[in-house]
Structures are given as C-alpha cells and as structure tokens.
C-alpha cells in the first residue's frame, strides 16, 4: 500500500481532470496536462492511478451519483419511469453531462479495463433501476431486461447522436410508448 493521498492534491487532480475533459475531451487529455493544471507531479498522479484511463474513470464515477437516481415505485409504472426519464434526460442533455457521455462512450471502447469499472459503476446501475421497477410490477424478466434496455437505450443514443436537439418530451413519450407495448 503506497503513501496516504493528500486530500488536497487529490481534489485538485480530480478537478483539473474534470475541466480538461470537458475542454479537450477523452483523447485530449493528458497526464502531463492535469499535474500542470493541478500543481502535482506526474508522479503523483501515476502513484494513484497507474493510468489515465482509470484516473478518467475514478473522476466519472465520482460524478456518476449526481446522474444516477433509482425509479420511484409508485402505484402508476408510467408516471414513475417518465420521471426517472425525464431527470435522466435532463442531466444528460446539459452541456456536462453529454460530454461526459460522451467521454464514457470513449473510454469504454478504447480500455476494456476501463469499460468494465464504468459498466459497473454507470451503466449495470441505470439499467438495474428500470429493470428492478419492471420486476416489481410483475413483468417477467426477459420482458424487463429488454423493456429497461429500450427505456434506457432510447434517453442514450440520441443524446449522443444530438444531445442538444434532444428534448425531455421525445424521452417521456419513448418511455410511454414502451411501458404501453406491455401492457
């Protein structure tokens, strides 16, 4: 086990990553780069994160619990999932919250190491969300594998196709249109 992490030098690591990957996105960063902006050594850096593929990672993680939120369970399984869609969509569809989308999308393909801690850390628990309010309405679950991976797959590809001409109306009335199919 290596030194303690300064608090302070891992917060600004993690705050000059963040910019730096709004700025220039997944390719564009550098490690060289954030321990300028940050005021460390490359060094320090690598001590805490062999690479910069799980230094990305660890900083979307840590920004994944402000998008991740599970489905209300209510007694109308639409109106639960529209507002679960429309919280999704809307932090997705900000200028933040597509690019790090984006970056996520990046990064998982080009790292599968990186991809793994992402799916589990990001991806397994937005589909568990709608998966478990599925089940919980007596879907079978074949049904609510596939219905979760439409509900989520239809706030998601669009958003990275043209997130900024996606509207929380066309993800609302995808996720109606879905929870209708099956019934």
Excluded: N
Excluded at 174 to 181: E, F, G, K, Q
């Amino acid at each position: 086990m290596g030194r303690r992490r300064s608090e302070k030098s891992r917060t600004a690591i993690v705050t000059a990553t963040r910019e730096l990957l709004l700025e220039r996105g997944f390719d564009g960063l550098t490690i060289e780069a954030v321990a300028a902006r940050a005021g460390v050594g490359k060094q320090t850096i690598y001590r805490w994160w062999p690479s910069r593929p799980q230094l990305v990672a660890d900083v979307m993680l840590e920004d994944a619990d402000k998008i991740l939120a599970s489905v209300d369970h209510t007694d109308d399984l639409s109106a639960d999932l529209v507002k679960w869609v429309r919280r999704l969509s809307a932090s997705l569809t900000t200028e933040r919250g597509s690019a790090m989308l984006r970056i996520l999308t990046v990064a998982c393909m080009e790292h599968e190491d990186t991809a793994v801690r992402l799916r589990a850390g990001f991806s397994v628990p937005l589909h568990d969300s709608v998966r478990t309010r599925l089940l919980a309405e007596g879907i079978d679950e074949p049904t609510a594998e596939s219905a979760a991976d439409a509900i989520v797959g239809g706030v998601v590809y669009p958003i990275l196709s043209r997130a900024q001409r996606y509207s929380r109306r066309r993800a609302e009335q995808t996720t109606r249109l879905i929870v209708a199919s099956l019934g």
